[in-house]
């Protein structure tokens, strides 16, 4: 069945950029995810990527696609204490709306 | 802006209690989901409706049902609370023809 994988957690100093990873394993994905959960809160779109794209960028956000290795990452360039927070990697394969959710990794930064 | 809110941010019940979690939108939303979210397990879908009175099981239906009588609300029941269902909930909502989903703050049930 469709999986997606994160690792739970990633510690960054602050203005170092921080790199989040997100492997899946259906090659039918349609549209990528990242939503960003800050503590107490629910969680809020931050970007997204269609298939066809390999690179996304918005502002000190980048999204890099690689279809082959069905590997998705998101760079935070300048890391500040105000990203600290959990980020979901999340995939659209089916036609109900429903996405496939990665567990979530802890961006923990470090002064 | 889209609005998605819960009845309750933090709710404690005793085991074998009836729960109503509420969650209603305010952008006429076709589509409603709710969610559960424990550690390094990430969000699990327990049951999402895609009209009203309409409903489809998630990954982890057992031991809740919801409800869609009106459009704008969507309700998740657990019938007999447990201790292994205290977790935080999460609601969202989406129109057709998009997935970006919309999520509400959470409610963090814990049953004792």
């Known amino acids: 069945g469709e999986d997606v994988e994160q690792s739970l957690f990633l510690s960054v100093r602050e203005g170092d950029s921080s790199v989040i990873n997100c492997t899946y394993t259906?090659?039918?994905?349609?549209?990528l995810y990242w939503y960003k959960q800050e503590p107490g809160a629910g969680l809020q779109l931050l970007t997204y990527?269609?298939?066809n794209m390999d690179m996304k960028q918005d502002q000190r956000l980048t999204v890099l696609l690689n279809k082959k290795d069905k590997h998705l990452s998101l760079r935070i360039a300048d890391t500040q204490t105000g990203d600290s927070a959990i980020y979901f990697c999340?995939?659209?394969?089916?036609?109900?709306?429903?996405?496939?959710w990665g567990a979530g990794t802890k961006l923990i930064i470090k002064p | 802006d889209v609005k998605v809110t819960q009845s309750s941010r933090y709710l404690v019940k005793r085991t074998g209690e009836k729960v109503f979690l509420e969650c209603v939108q305010d952008?006429?939303?076709?589509?409603m989901f709710w969610y559960r979210q424990d550690p390094g397990l990430g969000l699990r879908l327990i049951y999402f409706?895609?009209?009203?009175?309409?409903?489809e099981k998630g990954d982890i239906p057992e031991g809740y049902s919801v409800s869609r009588e009106k459009k704008e609300r969507f309700s998740l029941i657990l019938e007999s609370a447990s201790t292994n269902q205290t977790s935080m909930y999460l609601c969202?909502?989406?129109?057709?023809?998009?997935?970006?989903?919309?999520f509400g703050p959470g409610t963090r049930l814990t049953v004792t």
């Open positions: 969202a909502s989406t129109q057709d023809n998009s997935y970006e989903q919309y």
């Open positions: 952008m006429d939303h076709e589509n």
């Open positions: 409706s895609y009209d009203v009175k309409m409903k």
């Open positions: 259906d090659s039918s994905s349609t549209y």
């Open positions: 990527i269609f298939s």
């Open positions: 999340a995939e659209h394969v089916d036609s109900n709306y429903q996405l496939i």
